[in-house]
């Protein structure tokens, strides 16, 4: 019984607590992209989209959403073609945001994809592992 009222409280926190949550931050970073984009500060028009993420167990951590919806895509819409070793840049810049992978750890993403609409490439990563704990964390016996 104790496991089926865990796994109501996790559904409940997921569909009611933390979507409104989910919505800002999208909301926020495709402001953001939009911003960039218009004042041409970047060439190229991204936009961040909740998506399915990648089913592979190894991509999933304790606080991973239903798969369908566990996949934080930011995605090239409008401007120049993106080629694979940007798209892999901009991931590694995204990832190397400690303050912005941890967001998206508690906001039940487990899987960031960086994709071009146009050609459809697309690299994914795996967010839990770009959790690096340090400061009081950091200790040694």
Known sequence: ???????????????VKD?????????????????????????TLYE????EGN???????????PV???GFAVIAKAG????????????????SDQKLVRKMFVLHWDTLIVKDA??????SWKIKDYLEFGGLLNFTK
């Open 80 to 95: 120049r073609e993106v080629p694979i070793d940007e798209i892999l840049t901009i991931g590694k810049i995204i990832l």
């Open 55 to 65: 089913p592979a167990q190894d991509y999933r951590h304790e606080m991973s959403a």
């Open 118 to 123: 146009r050609t459809g490439k697309s690299v």
């Open 1 to 15: 019984m104790g496991i089926i009222l865990e796994i109501g409280k996790k559904i409940v926190n997921f569909f």
């Open 68 to 70: 369908w919806a566990s």
């Open 19 to 43: 979507a409104a949550e989910r919505r800002r931050f999208i909301a926020e970073f495709n402001y953001n992209a939009s911003s960039g984009f218009q004042t041409l500060f970047v060439d």
């Open 48 to 51: 961040a989209v909740s998506c």
